[in-house]
């Protein structure tokens, strides 16, 4: 059953107040049996829909569940309805959809249009453009492990790429940045820990459940761990992938270098990380200084040609001129 035809239903019961079985069959080119079962499942959520029979009749939301209009301002139903909107792109589920129905419900007839227009002023599609195909059916499983309380067994790889087998207990779902993590008691290691979603693989929901218990939230400011670890580095960039490096410094931390180029100023730490996303940058980018960094980068380069050893200069320069 799609969410979006169950939204769909419950828009159209709001905006026509009745609508027959048939026409909505007709509409979603489903039969309408299908449409039934729908109809159930809004009740099942919380929304009352009523049918009535006869010339005229159909299927209608109850008019005692539409309350006071007054109670949100338009900017407060605009923020509401596109935060249940960006969230019903990744999680699921029937109470969204109520939650969904009940804003809808608060909206004048005469002031439709003008919350449709400051709805569609932002839009967030926390889905990805590609990558990991597992993200949105974990989210669900999580979701559902921790409305059931169910244990979830999965395989983890930490950060030094050593995978292990973990049993937790879910607690949070947490969107920070572009990733997903979830919070968890991992009996494993018999402690709380927030699991990067990309990194978790095998997920399976258990039949075991457990007793729900008091969970701190998650650390989910590193300023301040990172802040004296972090230097600033001086890079020459060509303009090429200035977007890229945007991402990582403001705009007062980057000057032109004639027509080609800019210097950045760009903060870093001395780990694999940040060099990874220095090599990442290619040929594009070079580091001036401090000495040090500019030393271990060519160190890096040079292990990274020894890895694919003699290589002809004729098919370097063809790769080059195909890349280019």
């Keep these: 059953m799609k969410i979006d035809r169950l939204v769909s239903i419950i828009l159209l019961l709001l905006e026509k107040e009745r609508i027959g079985a048939q026409e909505l069959a007709d509409k979603f080119e489903v039969s309408s049996r299908t449409i039934y079962r729908d109809i159930d499942s809004i009740n099942m959520a919380g929304i009352p829909v009523r049918a009535t029979s006869g010339v005229g009749g159909g299927f209608e939301i109850m008019q005692q569940y539409k309350l006071d209009k007054k109670v949100f301002s338009i900017a407060d139903l605009s923020v509401i309805l596109m935060g249940l909107s960006s969230l019903s792109n990744m999680v699921h589920g029937d109470e969204l959809v109520s939650a969904f129905a009940k804003v809808k419900s608060f909206v004048p007839a005469e002031r439709a249009k003008e919350i449709e227009l400051l709805t569609g002023q932002i839009t967030i599609d926390l889905t990805p453009w590609t990558g990991n195909k597992n993200v949105q059916p974990y989210l669900e499983q999580i979701k559902q492990a921790m409305q059931e309380h169910k244990l979830l067994s999965f395989s983890y790889l930490d950060r030094q790429g050593n995978r292990t087998p973990r049993v937790a207990e879910p607690y949070q779902l947490v969107l920070k940045g572009s990733q997903w993590y979830w919070q968890g008691f991992c009996h494993t290691r018999n402690d709380f820990r927030l699991f990067k979603l990309s990194r978790t693989s095998n997920l399976k929901l258990m039949e075991e459940t457990f007793s729900p218990r008091e969970y701190p939230k998650p650390q989910l400011d590193a300023s301040e761990r990172i802040a004296p670890k972090q230097i600033k580095i001086k890079l020459r960039i060509h303009k090429s992938i200035l977007e890229r490096v945007l991402d990582y410094c403001n705009d007062e ?48 380069i040079a292990d990274m040609a020894g890895v694919y050893g003699d290589v002809p200069f004729s098919s370097r320069l063809c790769g080059r001129m195909t890349c280019d």
């Design 253 to 300: 931390d980057i000057s032109p270098d004639g027509e080609e180029h800019y210097i950045v100023i760009y903060p870093f730490i001395e780990n694999d990380y940040y060099y990874d996303l220095l090599l990442g940058l290619g040929d594009r980018c070079e580091c001036l200084e401090p000495p040090r960094v500019r030393v271990e980068m060519k160190r890096r």
